[in-house]
């Protein structure tokens, strides 16, 4: 039996837990693939306040190591789904259930696919979504990047250090990605910027052996011969298992204290219908998060007695 | 001409600062007092992520180097007004005037008063709102600390570490800080607890000398001897100067993306209606004040030029 259950382990979740464990919720976290999500996958972080440059990884290391310092329980596994008792939550994961007060969702979001021909087929043997994790293997070889927001555009610049070329394909006439991530893409030599250009097909044999590129403007279509493919156009927010109010993308519908449709489930980070999806913003959420859960818990107080043993704290002293 | 002023120096605005730099805006920041704000005088910050245990002088001279890395200009300076000319906005300080697109205001807010006797006559003669400022002053001397907050608590602490004995008075029989923080309280020797007191009157000749106290339970008033009182009963924001909606406290009302009744103005921290006045979230919401600021500001183009001169950035190069 928890006061409190995190589910998912980026920085949302991970700066609920650091806040929840300081208010005293006995809270347990489950993650089902990776301590810090996928910032954990990004080369270089240069935009969460107090780090001017650090990888992804050793951010969230950073951040687990905070959170367990106050007694954060984690445990590596997938939630299937939530159900009701009583005023309580059952959360159902692949190693059992367990019972719990209140919930943070805190799932995250993932790469969407394009949709195009070759793309299933050649992904792990050509085709990838993450940059940090596949780029070593395209050392001085020719890639594509497609997209056009701040992940396109980074990831377009770190993997033009590694491959020989870089083509860099979107289907708009102009990025929406942060202006400094703009400026190095242009200034770098080995990256051509095809504009209002749609990838059309990934091809090979075994692995990828090129792409067909559509130039919307003209009408023009041709063939590229490369070895990777590099697909950044948005996200899916892992929210598919649990029952509270979404927006048509399926991000959770919350207000500005957390809370979602469902009483005793809050929410925080990208799986969130935010403004922004960064590690700063995901922070905001999961401090927020954990204070409105607290008050929810103390709410239900009458009903059932604490989990936590340090309880009661307002016992006269003085 | 500046794309983009921000207002107040602290967490809020010198993450809008970081974003604002790496989204290209031509962006000034005026500080009237001390860069960092209120948390620069907190003797120890435990909950923002990835610093399990900082001094809030030394967080926020990482904050303030991390901006500055990316270019954010930095003047202290004391923003007087803002008013309209056109679609600009004209920003007088008591060092001129400047034109900007755009205002973030992130000004923060400072403590409240306890509007008893005394309290105005010896703030600074034993009287203080800060306990990392004038702390070291009591040591081996007996203090008392007014509130029951996450503040309050925290600096009762702070300060048992210092004077020889603390009085910790709060007008209620529950504290509302964080409940590590109670343990921490309840834990310390030298600390006595009056719960469901109220300071009534500070008293002395040049310096503090006693106060005067009322158990509300039982209507005994008693005065006790000591040097200093600690008071942190609240926070009042910074927002007397700009005339935008705000809530029944001074706290300017914002919707999820950071804008106010007025276009153009954005906020960020403290001085805004959030649910938590906290690091983690003033750093939320300077991300986010910086990124639709800069949307307002790409919507303003049509009108006038950008002032910045790396633009245009989608020029063909491909």
Known sequence: ????????????????????????????????????????????????PGFPSISGMALMEKFEEHARSFGLEIKMSSVESITADGSLKVIKTTEGEVKTKAVILA????????????????????????ATCDGPFFRNLTVMVVGGGDTALKEANYLS???SKVYLVHRRDQFRG?????????????????????????????????VVVED???????????????IFVGIIPTTGFVDVDK???????????????????????????????QVATAVGDGAIAAYTAEAYIESLEDKTPRTEKSQPSAKPTG
Chains 1, 2 share one sequence.
Not at 10 to 26: E, M, Q
Not at 193 to 208: A, F, Q, T
Not at 256 to 267: D, K, N, Q, R
């Open 178 to 210: 942060e202006k400094i991530q703009q400026e190095r893409v242009e200034a770098a030599e080995n990256i051509e910027i095809l504009r209002s250009h749609i990838l059309k097909e990934v091809s090979g044999d075994k692995v990828v052996e090129g």
């Open 247 to 277: 927006d048509k993308s399926g991000f959770i519908i919350s207000n500005s204290s957390m809370e979602t449709s469902e009483p005793g489930i809050f929410v925080a980070g990208d799986c969130r219908n935010t403004p922004l999806l």
């Open 1 to 48: 039996m928890y006061d409190l259950v995190i589910i998912g382990g980026g920085p949302g979740g991970l700066c609920a837990g650091i806040y929840a464990t300081r208010l005293r919720l006995k809270t347990i976290m489950f993650e089902r693939e990776l301590i810090g999500g996928q910032i954990a996958l990004t080369d270089v972080i240069e935009n969460y």
């Open 216 to 230: 919307l403007k003209t009408g023009t279509v041709r063939d590229i011969n490369l070895e990777g493919v590099f």
């Open 107 to 130: 799932t995250g979001a993932k790469p969407s696919r394009l949709g195009v021909p070759g793309e299933v087929d050649f992904t792990g043997k050509g085709v990838s979504y993450c």
């Open 161 to 163: 250090k590694i491959a």
